[in-house]
């Protein structure tokens, strides 16, 4: 493995990070969670290793999941169910491989990203630094990955702002309905900036 991302990453001609030590190196692979034996080769290759997953409010990653691929999430009843599969994966995970496995509120993160990003160094064991406040690649300034058009760079709001009044109230009862108590669980397993806020007035949960 160690092999490999050296190859990949020293084969990009604009690599900024080509020398000096590196202490993390992040990577993304999608739906990486919902594979507990992919979750356990992970940390058998790198056992100090940190699983980061991102728990969302289901009303408005539907709304944006349904934008970005309408073939496979155009189906409220299986988006839910693919929803709810991610976030007990997750769970799962992090009760096999304790300590390991960070859960973030994706609300969180784009409202208290100075918080939560301060949280996730100190986990990582690495010092805070402002970088981390803005979505980069390679050094560069990025604009957010988004299933709607973004028109700046940094992170946005808008996804937990708005996005979820696209939904109708008879798919919102059904997200709700069918989320709730394992959406509970995840926000009590996530790391957190200290926010109930948002969510106990979006779901009444008590802080």
Known sequence: MNAYMTSYFNAWLDNRNLYG?????????????????????????????????????????????????????????????????????????????????????????VRNTKAVMRKIADQLGIDFDDILLTPTFNGMLIKADSSFHVERYGVISDPVDSRSTLLSASDEAYIRSHTEELLEKALKAALTSNMPTFWSRRFHYKK
Request: proline share 3%.
């Open 21 to 109: 030590d590196k202490r993390i190196i992040a990577a993304f692979a999608a739906r990486l969670s919902l594979d507990a034996s992919s979750v356990d080769q992970f940390f058998s290759v790198y056992p100090d290793g940190r699983l980061i997953s991102i728990v969302r409010d289901p009303l408005s990653w539907f709304v944006s999941a349904r934008q970005h691929d309408p073939t496979e999430y155009g189906s409220l009843e299986q988006a839910v169910a693919l929803w709810s599969s991610s976030t007990r994966s997750a769970l799962a995970a992090g009760q096999v491989h304790k300590g390991r496995v960070i859960l973030i509120r994706f609300e969180d993160l």
